[in-house]
Protein backbone atom coordinates (compact mmCIF):
# COMPACT_ATOMS: atom_id res chain seq x y z
CA UNK A 1 0.00 0.00 0.00
CA UNK A 2 0.93 3.54 -0.58
CA UNK A 3 2.18 5.29 2.20
CA UNK A 4 3.24 9.23 3.39
CA UNK A 5 5.04 8.82 6.52
CA UNK A 6 4.59 12.50 7.95
CA UNK A 7 5.51 11.51 11.37
CA UNK A 8 8.97 12.89 11.30
CA UNK A 9 11.91 13.92 9.24
CA UNK A 10 13.88 10.63 11.12
CA UNK A 11 11.81 8.17 9.29
CA UNK A 12 13.93 9.04 6.28
CA UNK A 13 15.82 6.26 4.40
CA UNK A 14 19.37 6.18 3.35
CA UNK A 15 19.93 6.79 -0.46
CA UNK A 16 21.79 4.27 -2.54
CA UNK A 17 24.73 7.04 -2.80
CA UNK A 18 25.05 7.65 0.65
CA UNK A 19 24.25 3.26 1.70
CA UNK A 20 27.55 2.58 -0.97
CA UNK A 21 29.79 5.78 0.52
CA UNK A 22 29.17 4.04 4.01
CA UNK A 23 29.71 0.50 2.25
CA UNK A 24 33.24 2.14 1.26
CA UNK A 25 34.34 3.86 4.27
CA UNK A 26 37.64 4.18 5.41
CA UNK A 27 37.79 2.68 9.22
CA UNK A 28 39.13 2.24 12.33
CA UNK A 29 38.77 2.00 16.18
CA UNK A 30 37.29 5.26 17.23
CA UNK A 31 37.87 5.29 20.57
CA UNK A 32 41.38 5.35 20.08
CA UNK A 33 40.95 8.19 17.55
CA UNK A 34 42.19 6.11 14.54
CA UNK A 35 38.76 6.10 12.81
CA UNK A 36 39.21 8.56 9.55
CA UNK A 37 35.75 8.99 8.52
CA UNK A 38 35.04 9.88 11.96
CA UNK A 39 37.87 12.40 12.22
CA UNK A 40 37.26 13.50 8.74
CA UNK A 41 32.93 14.31 9.58
CA UNK A 42 34.13 16.25 12.75
CA UNK A 43 36.91 18.46 11.11
CA UNK A 44 33.94 18.97 8.52
CA UNK A 45 31.40 19.64 11.40
CA UNK A 46 33.41 22.18 13.60
CA UNK A 47 34.42 24.45 10.21
CA UNK A 48 30.91 24.58 9.28
CA UNK A 49 30.07 25.87 12.69
CA UNK A 50 32.83 27.48 13.18
CA UNK A 51 34.18 26.24 16.14
CA UNK A 52 38.17 24.26 17.01
CA UNK A 53 36.64 20.87 17.44
CA UNK A 54 33.78 18.16 17.30
CA UNK A 55 32.79 14.84 18.49
CA UNK A 56 30.74 12.68 16.83
CA UNK A 57 27.87 10.79 19.28
CA UNK A 58 25.31 8.36 18.30
CA UNK A 59 22.01 10.47 18.92
CA UNK A 60 21.00 14.22 19.79
CA UNK A 61 19.60 13.31 22.74
CA UNK A 62 23.03 12.20 23.81
CA UNK A 63 24.70 15.33 22.26
CA UNK A 64 22.77 17.42 24.40
CA UNK A 65 23.04 15.29 27.49
CA UNK A 66 26.95 15.56 26.84
CA UNK A 67 26.88 19.14 26.55
CA UNK A 68 24.95 20.05 29.50
CA UNK A 69 26.63 17.24 31.85
CA UNK A 70 30.07 19.19 30.32
CA UNK A 71 29.36 22.36 31.46
CA UNK A 72 27.71 22.09 34.51
CA UNK A 73 28.52 20.46 37.98
CA UNK A 74 25.56 18.31 40.55
CA UNK A 75 22.88 20.99 41.52
CA UNK A 76 23.22 23.27 38.91
CA UNK A 77 20.61 25.51 37.38
CA UNK A 78 20.11 25.32 33.65
CA UNK A 79 17.37 27.06 31.81
CA UNK A 80 15.14 25.67 29.10
CA UNK A 81 12.21 26.63 27.07
CA UNK A 82 9.04 24.98 28.26
CA UNK A 83 8.57 23.36 24.93
CA UNK A 84 11.97 22.65 24.01
CA UNK A 85 13.27 18.83 22.90
CA UNK A 86 15.91 18.93 25.95
CA UNK A 87 13.06 19.50 28.75
CA UNK A 88 9.88 17.51 26.75
CA UNK A 89 11.35 14.53 25.28
CA UNK A 90 14.41 13.56 26.50
CA UNK A 91 13.71 11.65 29.44
CA UNK A 92 14.16 13.96 32.12
CA UNK A 93 18.43 13.10 31.33
CA UNK A 94 19.68 16.23 33.02
CA UNK A 95 18.34 15.60 35.80
CA UNK A 96 18.02 11.98 36.09
CA UNK A 97 22.28 11.65 34.92
CA UNK A 98 23.49 14.78 35.96
CA UNK A 99 21.79 15.88 38.96
CA UNK A 100 20.90 19.12 37.44
CA UNK A 101 18.41 21.92 38.12
CA UNK A 102 16.00 22.47 35.39
CA UNK A 103 14.62 25.94 35.72
CA UNK A 104 12.15 26.67 32.73
CA UNK A 105 11.39 29.34 30.87
CA UNK A 106 7.96 30.08 28.81
CA UNK A 107 8.38 29.59 24.93
CA UNK A 108 6.96 32.52 22.57
CA UNK A 109 5.26 30.96 19.90
CA UNK A 110 8.36 31.89 17.62
CA UNK A 111 10.67 29.22 20.01
CA UNK A 112 12.61 32.34 21.51
CA UNK A 113 12.74 33.31 25.29
CA UNK A 114 12.05 36.55 26.29
CA UNK A 115 15.48 38.44 27.41
CA UNK A 116 13.53 39.98 30.51
CA UNK A 117 12.80 36.39 31.85
CA UNK A 118 16.25 34.99 31.31
CA UNK A 119 17.39 37.93 33.14
CA UNK A 120 15.06 37.58 36.15
CA UNK A 121 15.88 33.97 36.31
CA UNK A 122 19.48 34.25 37.55
CA UNK A 123 19.95 33.91 40.73
CA UNK A 124 22.75 36.00 42.43
CA UNK A 125 25.60 34.04 44.62
CA UNK A 126 23.61 32.71 47.56
CA UNK A 127 23.91 29.79 49.71
CA UNK A 128 20.23 29.26 48.95
CA UNK A 129 20.49 28.84 45.23
CA UNK A 130 21.92 26.59 42.84
CA UNK A 131 24.55 28.05 40.47
CA UNK A 132 23.30 29.85 37.67
CA UNK A 133 25.08 28.00 34.86
CA UNK A 134 23.66 27.06 31.30
CA UNK A 135 21.11 28.59 28.91
CA UNK A 136 19.74 26.06 26.44
CA UNK A 137 18.37 27.71 23.31
CA UNK A 138 17.09 25.40 20.10
CA UNK A 139 17.12 26.07 16.76
CA UNK A 140 15.16 25.37 14.56
CA UNK A 141 12.60 24.86 17.11
CA UNK A 142 10.54 21.72 17.01
CA UNK A 143 7.32 21.92 18.97
CA UNK A 144 7.50 25.61 17.88
CA UNK A 145 6.50 24.74 14.30
CA UNK A 146 9.95 24.77 13.13
CA UNK A 147 10.72 28.02 14.25
CA UNK A 148 14.37 29.74 12.86
CA UNK A 149 15.72 32.09 14.90
CA UNK A 150 17.05 35.37 13.91
CA UNK A 151 20.67 36.52 13.80
CA UNK A 152 19.06 39.82 15.83
CA UNK A 153 17.69 37.57 18.59
CA UNK A 154 20.83 35.72 19.23
CA UNK A 155 22.65 38.90 19.12
CA UNK A 156 20.46 40.11 22.42
CA UNK A 157 20.89 36.63 23.99
CA UNK A 158 25.01 36.86 23.56
CA UNK A 159 24.82 40.27 25.45
CA UNK A 160 22.51 39.13 28.06
CA UNK A 161 24.66 35.87 28.81
CA UNK A 162 27.96 37.32 28.46
CA UNK A 163 26.93 40.31 31.01
CA UNK A 164 25.58 37.60 33.17
CA UNK A 165 28.18 34.80 33.15
CA UNK A 166 26.28 32.30 31.76
CA UNK A 167 26.92 29.06 28.89
CA UNK A 168 25.44 28.98 26.19
CA UNK A 169 24.60 25.32 24.51
CA UNK A 170 22.29 25.62 21.27
CA UNK A 171 20.31 22.24 20.53
CA UNK A 172 21.04 22.80 16.54
CA UNK A 173 19.28 19.26 15.44
CA UNK A 174 17.96 21.21 12.31
CA UNK A 175 20.81 24.20 12.23
CA UNK A 176 20.72 23.65 8.37
CA UNK A 177 17.13 24.22 8.21
CA UNK A 178 17.49 27.75 10.07
CA UNK A 179 19.89 28.80 8.07
CA UNK A 180 18.16 28.45 4.90
CA UNK A 181 15.20 29.99 6.37
CA UNK A 182 17.15 32.87 7.63
CA UNK A 183 19.22 33.11 4.64
CA UNK A 184 22.33 33.12 6.60
CA UNK A 185 25.61 30.91 6.63
CA UNK A 186 25.30 28.67 9.78
CA UNK A 187 28.48 29.71 11.64
CA UNK A 188 26.88 33.08 12.07
CA UNK A 189 23.81 30.93 13.74
CA UNK A 190 26.13 29.47 15.37
CA UNK A 191 29.35 31.80 16.63
CA UNK A 192 28.01 32.81 19.90
CA UNK A 193 27.24 29.19 21.38
CA UNK A 194 29.86 27.46 23.70
CA UNK A 195 28.96 24.33 22.33
CA UNK A 196 26.58 23.25 19.37
CA UNK A 197 24.70 19.87 18.51
CA UNK A 198 23.12 19.05 15.56
CA UNK A 199 21.54 15.74 13.73
CA UNK A 200 22.61 13.89 10.76
CA UNK A 201 19.95 11.86 11.32
CA UNK A 202 17.17 13.97 10.33
CA UNK A 203 16.57 16.18 6.96
CA UNK A 204 19.84 15.48 5.83
CA UNK A 205 18.81 11.62 5.84
CA UNK A 206 21.96 9.86 7.36
CA UNK A 207 20.79 6.57 9.38
CA UNK A 208 22.62 7.21 12.54
CA UNK A 209 24.43 10.18 14.12
CA UNK A 210 24.98 13.64 15.49
CA UNK A 211 27.89 15.94 16.01
CA UNK A 212 28.91 18.57 19.16
CA UNK A 213 31.08 21.08 18.14
CA UNK A 214 32.67 23.75 20.74
CA UNK A 215 36.32 24.66 21.87
CA UNK A 216 39.38 21.73 21.58
CA UNK A 217 39.10 21.81 25.77
CA UNK A 218 35.56 21.75 25.25
CA UNK A 219 35.62 18.93 23.41
CA UNK A 220 38.16 16.74 25.15
CA UNK A 221 35.70 16.76 28.26
CA UNK A 222 32.81 15.70 26.34
CA UNK A 223 34.84 12.87 24.62
CA UNK A 224 35.55 11.51 28.61
CA UNK A 225 31.43 11.67 29.21
CA UNK A 226 30.74 10.01 25.83
CA UNK A 227 32.52 7.42 26.84
CA UNK A 228 31.15 7.67 30.32
CA UNK A 229 27.50 7.04 28.85
CA UNK A 230 28.51 4.33 26.86
CA UNK A 231 28.83 6.34 23.32
CA UNK A 232 32.47 5.40 22.52
CA UNK A 233 31.94 3.45 18.78
CA UNK A 234 34.61 1.52 17.43
CA UNK A 235 34.29 1.50 14.14
CA UNK A 236 31.78 4.33 13.32
CA UNK A 237 33.43 5.22 10.16
CA UNK A 238 30.59 3.49 8.51
CA UNK A 239 27.88 5.46 9.86
CA UNK A 240 30.43 8.72 9.76
CA UNK A 241 30.17 8.32 6.05
CA UNK A 242 26.76 8.54 5.89
CA UNK A 243 27.21 11.68 7.78
CA UNK A 244 29.86 13.38 5.48
CA UNK A 245 27.91 12.08 2.29
CA UNK A 246 24.92 14.45 3.92
CA UNK A 247 27.12 17.60 4.49
CA UNK A 248 28.31 17.27 1.26
CA UNK A 249 25.06 16.45 -0.77
CA UNK A 250 21.99 16.41 1.30
CA UNK A 251 22.10 20.36 2.88
CA UNK A 252 20.77 22.48 -0.23
CA UNK A 253 17.83 20.31 -0.82
CA UNK A 254 16.50 20.64 3.01
CA UNK A 255 14.78 24.19 0.75
CA UNK A 256 12.82 21.49 -1.07
CA UNK A 257 11.37 20.28 2.57
CA UNK A 258 10.29 23.44 3.40
CA UNK A 259 8.76 24.20 -0.19
CA UNK A 260 6.70 21.09 0.41
CA UNK A 261 5.75 22.29 4.14
CA UNK A 262 4.27 25.11 2.51
CA UNK A 263 2.09 23.01 0.33
CA UNK A 264 1.13 20.95 2.91
CA UNK A 265 -0.10 23.77 4.81
CA UNK A 266 -1.94 25.44 2.15
CA UNK A 267 -3.88 22.62 1.40
CA UNK A 268 -4.57 21.60 5.18
CA UNK A 269 -6.18 25.24 5.57
CA UNK A 270 -8.35 24.55 2.65
CA UNK A 271 -9.93 21.06 4.58
CA UNK A 272 -13.23 21.42 6.41
CA UNK A 273 -12.50 20.54 10.00
CA UNK A 274 -9.10 21.06 9.89
CA UNK A 275 -7.15 24.57 10.80
CA UNK A 276 -3.78 25.68 10.63
CA UNK A 277 -1.78 28.69 10.60
CA UNK A 278 -0.32 29.52 8.01
CA UNK A 279 1.97 32.08 9.12
CA UNK A 280 3.57 30.05 11.41
CA UNK A 281 4.98 27.25 9.04
CA UNK A 282 8.49 28.62 8.23
CA UNK A 283 10.63 25.62 7.72
CA UNK A 284 9.71 21.69 7.41
CA UNK A 285 7.61 21.37 10.25
CA UNK A 286 3.71 22.35 10.71
CA UNK A 287 0.66 21.83 13.24
CA UNK A 288 -2.64 21.32 12.64
CA UNK A 289 -5.90 21.33 14.91
CA UNK A 290 -8.93 18.93 14.56
CA UNK A 291 -11.58 21.38 14.57
CA UNK A 292 -14.53 19.45 13.57
CA UNK A 293 -16.35 17.60 17.19
CA UNK A 294 -17.49 14.67 15.00
CA UNK A 295 -13.99 12.99 14.90
CA UNK A 296 -12.03 11.98 18.28
CA UNK A 297 -8.71 12.24 17.62
CA UNK A 298 -7.56 8.68 17.49
CA UNK A 299 -10.12 8.24 14.58
CA UNK A 300 -8.10 11.06 12.50
CA UNK A 301 -5.22 9.13 13.29
CA UNK A 302 -6.41 5.84 12.69
CA UNK A 303 -8.66 6.86 9.20
CA UNK A 304 -5.62 8.81 7.81
CA UNK A 305 -3.30 5.71 8.70
CA UNK A 306 -5.74 3.06 6.97
CA UNK A 307 -5.56 5.34 3.76
CA UNK A 308 -1.65 5.54 4.30
CA UNK A 309 -1.22 8.84 5.76
CA UNK A 310 1.25 8.71 8.66
CA UNK A 311 1.72 12.04 11.43
CA UNK A 312 1.93 12.38 14.91
CA UNK A 313 -1.02 13.70 17.96
CA UNK A 314 0.96 16.05 20.23
CA UNK A 315 -2.57 16.98 22.58
CA UNK A 316 -5.01 18.99 22.72
CA UNK A 317 -6.57 18.15 19.42
CA UNK A 318 -3.59 18.73 17.90
CA UNK A 319 -1.08 17.24 15.56
CA UNK A 320 2.38 17.67 13.72
CA UNK A 321 3.88 17.06 10.10
CA UNK A 322 6.58 17.36 9.19
CA UNK A 323 8.12 17.00 5.51
CA UNK A 324 11.53 15.49 4.46
CA UNK A 325 13.81 13.93 1.83
CA UNK A 326 11.64 11.18 -0.20
CA UNK A 327 8.68 12.84 -0.16
CA UNK A 328 7.35 14.64 -3.04
CA UNK A 329 5.32 17.20 -3.96
CA UNK A 330 2.71 14.40 -5.59
CA UNK A 331 2.98 12.26 -2.77
CA UNK A 332 2.00 15.51 -0.93
CA UNK A 333 -0.87 16.35 -2.91
CA UNK A 334 -1.94 12.59 -2.37
CA UNK A 335 -1.74 12.95 1.08
CA UNK A 336 -4.08 16.38 1.09
CA UNK A 337 -6.31 14.09 -1.26
CA UNK A 338 -6.83 11.46 1.24
CA UNK A 339 -7.04 13.78 4.11
CA UNK A 340 -9.59 15.41 2.31
CA UNK A 341 -11.46 12.33 2.14
CA UNK A 342 -11.51 11.36 5.48
CA UNK A 343 -12.89 14.63 6.82
CA UNK A 344 -15.34 14.80 4.01
CA UNK A 345 -16.82 11.09 5.47
CA UNK A 346 -16.40 12.04 8.82
C1 LIG B 1 15.13 19.63 18.39
C2 LIG B 1 15.59 18.23 18.66
N1 LIG B 1 16.64 18.02 19.45
C3 LIG B 1 17.10 16.78 19.71
C4 LIG B 1 16.49 15.68 19.18
C5 LIG B 1 16.99 14.31 19.56
O1 LIG B 1 17.55 13.60 18.54
P1 LIG B 1 17.66 11.99 18.59
O2 LIG B 1 16.31 11.49 18.20
O3 LIG B 1 18.74 11.69 17.61
O4 LIG B 1 18.03 11.61 19.99
C6 LIG B 1 15.37 15.83 18.34
C7 LIG B 1 14.71 14.65 17.76
O5 LIG B 1 13.73 14.72 17.07
C8 LIG B 1 14.90 17.15 18.09
O6 LIG B 1 13.82 17.37 17.31
Request: charged share 25%; aromatic share 6%.
Amino acid sequence: MRSVDLRSDTVTLPSEAMREAMAHAAVGDDVFGEDPSVNRLQEMAAELVGKEAALFVPSGTMANLICLLSHSERGDEIYLGDLSHIFLNEAGGSAAVGGLHPRTLCNNEDGTLNIEDIEAAVRPDNVHFPHSRLLCLENTHNRCWGSPLSLEYLENIFELTGRLGLKTHLDGARIFNAALAEDVEVSKLTKGFDSVSFCFSKGLGAPVGSVICGSRKFIQRTARIRKQLGGGMRQAGIIAAGGIYALEHMVKRLAEDHTTARRLAEGIDKIDGLETQLERVRTNILFFDLVDKRLTTSQLLERAATKGVLFLYVGNRRFRMVTHYGLTMEDIDWALKALQEVMATA
